[in-house]
């Protein structure tokens, strides 16, 4: 069975061709799965179509447990938000993986850096996942190409637009950027990390979609 978003071709089968989002943390066990997950959910909910008009959302780990299952906590905090778990298979990040990409958000400024330490031009269209929270909320949505010019246009404005405040609006702290490892944690502590992940991806999906989540 083919997963959300499978049904867009490599070369960009849909319209405007395809925009691809690229969830990086370690084992891609915990932390990636459930922001790729989440994200998936959050754009079904907000755009209602399953192929999301071009946005394609996956995985990785820069040590990925490849073939690995998702562990049984994140898929808790999964259901937690009515989000789907099944079908997830872990990942190796491999060059290919960052090639493809036209957005990479990691969990850690470490993750990042290996990111853009595999080349590929991938400095700036490689973010940690707060970091580029913080840069969306400062850019004007007016700014950005309306949703009837589709949402792989809008999508590429906004990595740009992020690209470009990188350098004038840092994190208050080193630690504002991270998302920590839940690996081997008990209930409460994925249950936490998820609602760090959830509240982070809120504004990028807004910015993303036009569309706010609903009350």
């Known amino acids: ?3 959300i978003g ?3 071709t490599e070369a960009g089968g849909l319209a405007g061709g395809s925009f691809r989002i ?39 780990g820069t040590w990925g447990h490849e073939g690995a299952p998702m562990e049984a906590n994140a898929e808790t905090v999964l259901a937690d938000f009515g989000a ?16 493809r ?7 850690t400024r470490d993750h990042r850096a290996q990111v853009i330490s595999m080349g590929h031009s991938a400095g700036l269209r490689t ?4 970091e580029f929270t913080r840069l969306v909320r400062a850019i004007d949505p007016a700014t950005l190409p309306p949703l009837d ?9 906004l990595v740009r637009a992020a690209a470009a405040l990188r350098g004038w609006l840092l994190a208050p702290t080193a630690e504002a950027d991270e ?23 809120d504004p990028v999906v807004t910015a993303l979609t036009g569309v706010p989540a609903r009350a």
């Open 84 to 99: 789907d778990a099944s079908g997830f298979v872990g990942r190796e990040l491999l060059d290919e993986h960052v090639i």
């Open 6 to 8: 499978e049904g867009i």
């Open 22 to 60: 690229l969830h990086v943390s370690t084992g891609n066990v915990c932390r990636s799965p459930i922001t790729e997950r989440l994200t998936r959910h959050a754009l079904a909910d907000r755009l209602g179509d399953p192929l999301w008009g071009g946005l394609i959302v996956e995985s990785a």
């Open 149 to 157: 010019d589709g949402v792989v246009e809008r999508a590429r404005a």
């Open 101 to 107: 990409a036209d957005l990479v958000l990691t969990a």
């Open 127 to 130: 973010f940690t996942l707060k």
């Open 179 to 201: 998302v920590y490892d839940p690996y081997g944690a008990p209930l409460p502590f994925f249950r936490s990390i998820g609602d760090e992940i959830n509240e982070a991806l």
């Open 1 to 3: 069975m083919r997963g």
